[in-house]
Each structure stands twice: as structure tokens, then as C-alpha cells.
């Protein structure tokens, strides 16, 4: 298993920060829409949960891949917006591992 932390601050230039920054890549999709990637992909689809740290910002966890999360943020009339959040991800390096 593998437990991965990391800040995402997605207001002005995109940018990836915390404990396991390095073991991502971050895309801004566009407004309040990102995908991070794990630089080794998981063997399983992983799970993972965001946090806002802006005010009155709710997080939705998009697709989710082996390779690929995409992790939405809106304001609370439901319009996007971009937003700075936490990450955790949970995933395994084994396909069998239940």
C-alpha cells in the first residue's frame, strides 16, 4: 500500500506542494478542474480524498485511474472555481492486494 499526501494550490500558476509533491504531476484542466498522476502508477485504481483549504470551496473527486485523478472544486452556488487543497491518495502496487 501506498499513502500519499500533497497540497495542491490552483489558484494563479498551478502548483504542486507537501510531503509527496515529488511523486506527482499536477494539469490545470482549466478553471477549478485538475488531474494529478502519480509518477509510478498504481497497479489498482486507487481512492483518495480532498480537502479545501479556501472558504466556502467543496471538492469532487472526478475520473479516477491507476494513472490519473482528476479532482474538481466549486464554489457554493455549484460554479467552478480554483481553489488551494489537500490530497490524500491510498493505493496498491500489487493487483491482488483486496
Known amino acids: ?16 506542494s507537501g510531503t509527496c509533491a515529488n511523486n506527482f504531476t499536477l494539469v ?5 478542474d485538475y488531474t494529478i498522476s502519480p509518477t509510478i502508477p498504481f497497479a489498482r485504481v486507487p481512492e483518495a480524498v480532498a480537502t479545501a483549504v479556501t472558504d466556502n470551496i467543496y471538492m469532487k473527486i472526478g475520473t479516477v485511474t491507476a ?7 466549486e464554489n457554493l452556488s455549484g460554479a467552478a472555481t480554483d481553489a488551494v487543497f489537500h490530497v490524500i ?3 496498491s502496487d500489487s493487483a491482488d492486494q483486496i
Open 1 to 16: 500500500m501506498r499513502i500519499l499526501s500533497l497540497k495542491v494550490t490552483g489558484t494563479g500558476t498551478a502548483a504542486l
Open 67 to 73: 494513472s490519473a485523478i482528476q479532482i474538481l472544486s
Open 28 to 32: 490545470d484542466n482549466g478553471t477549478g
Open 89 to 91: 491518495v491510498l493505493g
